[in-house]
């Protein structure tokens, strides 16, 4: 079944059309197009003169956006970090608007081929380019115990990160580690003591997490993207990024409170945007999600260059 035939509900879309703004005539970059949620609500706001110009790295994704969005967007397989070089082969300086929302979709979660989930046994794959070499296999089969339990800890928050890696290592002694769950039930079985786990998630939910991160290089991509927004986000353009655990909106947020100081960037949501209790019921993947939106600053006034008469 091809993506565009699946169900996926994008978060927060009513929150962004509200907080973003978009005007006939803008130019908007969608770092993360998916299969074009947000895109289609956005598109009728800036047409028929402007121009959607949409970024995905996992080209099943962008086929699905296509047949959902037809022509009015431009798309294109690329990482969000490297949007400067994609503005530049469209011929695009600077853009109104830009859109990140770095939730995994759906469709992705739940394709057991893909191996982001331990929901259906499938490959240890985790990357959204299959052009890219690196896999999650890679890292599970190769990685020493300490650097593992780096890995787990600083992207995925993993409190016990030692005796999860410790016991992965010792699982893959006796074999290769080649599918999601044979890593659950490895990082379950370093929790289990008497037949019985606690916690209210899955154990090896955050491993999942860190190792999908470590695979597609998520945290330091996100750095990237946002160092280079203030250089091709217009003065008065809106910025808006989604974010679904506390790892990306303290990267999001520290950001912000840096380009304030720096006069580049004003944050207008106070507060993260959350959804409310509706759609929180009908999309439970919206629960996590946190919205924060940037408008850039007018750029400063160019001093003279005259000192005026003696």
Known sequence: MGAEQREHQPVLVEQVLHLLEPRPGDVILDGTVGLGGHAAALLPHIMPSGRYVGLDLDEEMLKGARARLGGGVELHQANFASFPEVLVQAGVRQVDRMLLDLGVNSVQLEDAARGFSFGRD????????????????????RLSERELADVFYHNGQEPGSRKVARRICQVRHEGRITSTLALARAVESAYVTSGRRSGRIHPATRVFM????????????????????????????RLAVISFHSLEDGIVKQFLRAARAAGTLQEITRRPVVADPQERTGNPRSRSAKLRVAVRQEEPAQQGGSDGPE
């Open 210 to 237: 860190a190792l999908r991160i470590e695979v597609n290089h998520e945290l330091d991509n996100l750095r990237e993207f946002l160092r280079q927004v203030p250089e091709f986000l217009r003065p008065g353009g």
């Open 122 to 141: 499938g490959p240890l794959d985790m990357r959204y380019d299959r052009r890219q070499e690196l896999l999650a296999l890679d890292l599970v089969n």
